[in-house]
């Protein structure tokens, strides 16, 4: 059973080597909560002689603190390394383990039950192989089960065993058994999944881990061990996949070379063979393949390498290198597959972080068509994603990207979002396919330019983007400044939040969803009045941070200036000019900036206004000034 053998003692080396040239499978356990994934694990660590001494102790002495199993060893505690997880009994993280057999190696991924930890879930399925999914004999098929049957099903995992553990408390029934396959079979059938095996378990009494249990005669099947054992690795799929190489690093350790270092995402490569730079679309011919151990004549998926070309050609970090032949597609446009893993939703129109192999985009989420009820399989329609919610969202980037459709290839189509202030990762997603308007629309050249209509009007064209709370003065101040701009004759336009309300977002609540749309519209007709040359005045509360740095984003180093019209919520209240936070004490409006909605004030603005000390003319002065100040207009 275990990988101890003579040659440790004789001759390591030779072990060493054989060890080296085991194949490795990759496999996670999933299911509901107290199903027996981290017990399983163990079970296979005890039994594989991968455990030492010490180790062994240890858990026996956990066992009498935090076990569940009475005087005997708790193999989950082999697993569970957090002190949450072994004063609650429950495994929150995602926890590797790998150990090995006279056969094969293995890393398997313990993976957390609970549902609020389906995101952890996810990361563990994301480079698997096989997926072990546990299911309790007493308790049957649950809805955990069904939504990580689905996750398996949607990250591209293409074995599946359903291992149902705990044989030993429903005394061994075959009947019990055979109920459980009936009713996952049908389910399975109804999501695709195809390549299924079902083993009858006990992983607390080692019934079919490793050997046949006796417990079970009715049982003619392979044990679990034997299964992993002798389930086929796909590595030649890959392998017969078009090349790619998404470019890690550029490597120029001297003057004389200059190669580009990655790891093999699919398909093979030999030097002479004739390449294409994506998204550039550059091509070149291969000329060496360099590896630590010296130079290939051949690189096949999974490898890591240095490829050198015969020309020199402009290829950075995050470009892809394809072959001429099979080319990967590029596009800045998707539909695609997102599992929301962030307390805080998903909103429609806020700019994310997107990476995808190494290159890493500015993304924004433009449409969700509907969202999966994995109990079901229903499309229901939604205008945001919670946590561990499953959507099939349209996706815009500010650049086109290289990409495989994610069944294609793992590593060229599946993604990651990244909250842009926080750092957090808020969700994973897997590219369907390109969206035909994107490949259709192309930015169209124009002789004439900003700098030019600009220079017309003898100013700088810029953004001046007054945020605040209601009442805090924003529209008076914005129209006093551009009072002023006027009469020194320069050309301006006021987007009001209210007037804008009321025309071009006339259709916009205002719900937390609702108000980044808000802004996104307006940050993109900002943007067009900056490239006719004007200087705009937007007076808009726009509460979140993210929507305004999107604003920013729009336009150029220089033409953005942030105006913070810092007054208090309870002067603002106060003043209460509109009567609206009466109404929203009250009860009778809804999602009010200040009260039941919250506002994220500037870190660092370009002006702050402090309006319980300016006056409204001596805030538009200091405006002015700074415009002055800044070269967007002349003395």
């Given at each position: ?84 997880e ?5 495994t ?26 389906t ?8 480079t ?13 098929i ?41 009713s ?42 034997g ?100 080319p ?20 429609p ?120 709370l ?18 020194l004759?320069h ?16 259709d916009l ?65 106060q ?61």
């Open positions: 059973m275990a990988h101890i053998s003579d040659l440790i003692a004789t001759d390591i080396e030779q072990y060493l080597k054989a060890h080296e040239n085991k194949s490795l499978l990759r496999f996670i356990t999933c299911g509901s909560v107290d199903d027996g994934k981290s017990t399983l694990i163990g079970r296979l660590l005890y039994e594989s002689k991968m455990l030492f001494e010490d180790q062994l102790a240890a858990v026996e002495a956990d066992s009498k603190k935090f076990g569940t199993q009475g005087d005997q060893i708790d193999f989950a505690l082999l697993v569970d390394g957090l002190a949450a072994r004063e609650q009994g429950i929150i993280d995602v926890a590797y383990r790998f150990f090995s057999t006279e056969k094969r190696k293995f890393i398997v991924a313990d993976t957390p039950g609970h549902e609020q930890y995101r952890n879930m996810v990361t563990g399925a994301s698997a192989d096989v997926a072990i999914l546990m299911v309790d004999a007493r308790r049957g649950l809805t955990q089960t069904r939504r990580h049957s689905y996750l398996v099903k949607l990250l591209g995992i293409r074995h599946v065993l359903v291992a149902i553990n705990k044989m030993d408390l429903v005394d061994y029934s075959e009947k019990t058994f055979r109920q459980i396959v009936d996952y079979r049908e389910f399975a059938t109804h999501i695709g999944i195809e390549d299924v095996t079902f083993i009858p378990l006990s992983a607390f009494k080692g019934d079919n881990i490793t050997d046949p249990s006796e417990a079970m005669p009715w049982y003619h099947g392979t044990t679990l061990m299964y992993l054992e002798t389930v086929e690795i796909d590595d030649e799929r890959m392998q017969r996949a078009a090349f790619r190489l998404p470019v890690q690093w550029v490597n120029r350790p001297n003057l004389d070379f200059r190669g580009f270092a990655g790891t093999i995402a699919g398909g093979v490569i030999r030097p002479g063979d004739r390449i294409r730079v994506q998204p550039s679309g550059r091509e070149s011919t291969v000329a060496r393949i360099v590896t630590h151990g010296g130079d290939l004549e051949q690189a096949v998926s999974g490898q890591s390498i240095t490829l050198t070309l015969a020309d020199e050609i402009d290829i950075s970090r995050g470009d892809v290198i394809s072959t001429v032949e099979a990967a597609e590029t596009a800045d446009q998707f539909e695609t597959t997102l599992i929301w893993m962030h307390d805080e939703p998903l909103l129109g806020r700019p994310y972080l997107l990476k995808i192999g190494t290159k890493t985009v500015t993304a924004t989420i433009t449409d969700i068509k509907y969202q999966v009820n994995v109990n079901t399989l229903e499309h229901n329609a939604a205008k945001t994603l919670e946590l561990n919610a499953i959507g099939v969202c349209n996706l815009s980037l500010d650049r086109p990207i290289a990409f495989d459709a994610y069944q294609d290839n793992r590593d060229t189509g599946g993604f990651i979002l990244i909250d842009r202030l926080s750092n957090n990762t808020v969700g994973a997603g897997l590219l369907h396919f390109a969206l035909r308007r994107a490949h259709n629309i192309h930015v169209q050249h124009v002789d004439v330019d900003k700098t030019a209509r600009a220079a017309l009007k003898r100013q700088q064209g810029c953004v001046l983007w007054f945020t605040g209601s009442g805090a003065g924003k529209s008076s101040i914005a129209n006093l400044v551009e009072q002023k701009l006027h009469a004759g050309h301006t336009y006021l987007l009001d939040g209210d007037n804008v309300r009321h025309g071009l977002n006339k609540g205002f719900t937390d969803a609702d108000r980044v749309e808000n802004i996104r519209r307006v940050g993109e007709v900002a943007k067009l009045m900056v490239d006719a040359g004007l200087i705009v005045l937007t007076a808009f509360i726009s509460p979140f941070r993210a929507e305004r740095r999107m604003a920013r984003g729009l336009v150029e180093e220089g033409e953005f200036v942030e105006v913070f019209v810092d007054t208090p919520l309870e002067v603002a209240e003043r209460d000019v509109k009567g609206l936070y009466k109404k929203a004490r009250r009860g009778e409006l809804k999602n009010f900036t200040g009260i039941d909605s919250p506002y994220e004030a500037p870190e660092e603005p370009e002006i702050r206004l402090d309006t319980t000390r300016l006056s409204l003319e001596a805030a538009a002065d200091a405006a002015i000034a700074t415009l002055r100040l800044r070269g967007i207009i002349a003395d």
